[in-house]
């Protein structure tokens, strides 16, 4: 019948052959009406992914929004044209390609969530006389504000403080407790903020180093 027609005559899905380092994606027999554009769905799938907020205090404010897919499969998506979409609102166009079991991608920044930083306290001096040193002395505060209307899962990281000179000395504290990363030079904190609520991580820095030493500490350390 009239069905089985439409049926026979409706192209066959696209097939991807694997090669040894590349993939080809035979498209079959397509209709292109003349002078137009029409894109051609190759692949559709859901990715499971877990959404963070990633705030990094030392370079910015602004909370960026990133998601991390795990597949069970190897995925293999040339360089192209991606769009980015937030509960159906387009939020970003770039270049993407991907290769790999894992991708973390990013969705811009969400404006209802920010970060404030203050410093509480800002010493330097010197002591003794015959061993004379110089010590400073940085106590701040990060303030993560989430004045969305639902909890929101960030992440924050910092630059971890460490000595240049084995002639320096640090004594860093922060609470909370940061995580165990595998990175050594990053500060890494987890946490839920509420909705309309805030979140504080406290940090405290002394460096000792001799007086002969050019150190230059910055406003933070």
């Known amino acids: 019948g009239a069905n089985e027609a439409m049926l026979a005559a409706a192209p066959a899905p696209p097939t991807e052959m694997r090669h040894s380092t590349y993939a080809a994606w035979d498209m079959g027999k397509r209709s292109v009406p003349a002078g137009d554009t029409r894109i051609f769905e190759i692949e559709r799938g859901a990715w499971p ?15 960026f929004v990133q998601a991390k897919a795990e597949f069970t499969e190897p995925k293999e998506l040339p360089p192209g044209t991606a769009f980015f979409f937030i509960d159906g609102a387009m939020v970003d166009q770039r270049q993407l390609s991907l290769s790999g079991r894992e991708a973390t991608l990013s969705f811009g920044t969400d404006p209802l969530l ?78 839920t903020v509420a909705a309309g609520g805030e979140s504080v991580i406290s940090l405290s820095l002394k460096i000792d180093a001799p007086d002969d030493l050019n150190i230059d500490p910055g406003w933070r350390w």
């Not at 505060?141 to 924050?156: D, E, I, K």
């Not at 504290?173 to 500060?187: C, Q, S, V, W």
């Open 49 to 63: 992914a877990s959404f963070v907020h990633l705030i990094r205090p030392s370079l910015d404010a602004k909370a």
């Open 114 to 191: 920010t970060c404030t930083t203050v410093l509480k306290d800002k010493k330097t001096g010197e002591k003794g006389l015959f061993n004379q040193k110089q010590t400073f002395l940085r106590e701040w505060t990060l303030t993560v504000h989430n004045t969305a209307g639902h909890p929101v899962l960030v992440r924050v990281e910092e630059p971890r403080p460490l000595p240049r000179d084995e002639r320096i000395t640090l004594e860093f504290t922060a609470k909370p407790e940061p995580l165990k990363e595998d990175n050594p030079e990053i500060l890494a904190w987890n946490s």
